[in-house]
């Protein structure tokens, strides 16, 4: 079982990112996903996740700018970031979950700096 992210890189403050979460080594489309995100020196936290039925839930510091999707047919989530701003700095994770199983991405940098 393999999550891997990718989409991270250097962006200026109010631009835009797409991150994927590709999927693989079993049927993810039971799972609840989710993209977490740690800054330096920080705690990881949860940015959003994503049921099996597609609900969704938002930290309140990306509401309205982030949009968090799946593709079931492609094993894959993506995470839509509008209107970055500094403080959304940090390696961002893949998360699946299904009862007691629990699965994460190595992580993809996400800068956001002028």
């Known amino acids: 079982v393999q999550l891997v992210e990718s989409g991270g890189g250097l962006v200026q403050p109010g631009g835009s990112l797409r991150l994927s979460c590709a999927a693989s080594?079993?049927?993810?489309?039971?799972?609840?996903m989710g993209w977490y995100r740690q800054a330096p020196a920080k705690q990881r936290e949860l940015v959003a996740h994503?049921?099996?039925?597609?609900?969704?839930n938002y930290a309140d510091s990306v509401k309205g700018r982030f949009t968090i999707s799946r593709d079931n047919a492609k094993n894959t989530m993506y995470l839509q970031m509008n209107s970055l701003k500094p403080e959304d700095t940090a390696r961002y994770y893949c998360?699946?979950?299904?009862?007691?199983?629990?699965?994460w991405g190595q992580g993809t940098q996400v800068t956001v700096s002028s």
């Open positions: 080594g079993t049927d993810f489309s039971g799972y609840t």
């Open positions: 998360n699946a979950k299904l009862n007691t199983l629990n699965y």
């Open positions: 994503i049921t099996r039925t597609g609900s969704t």
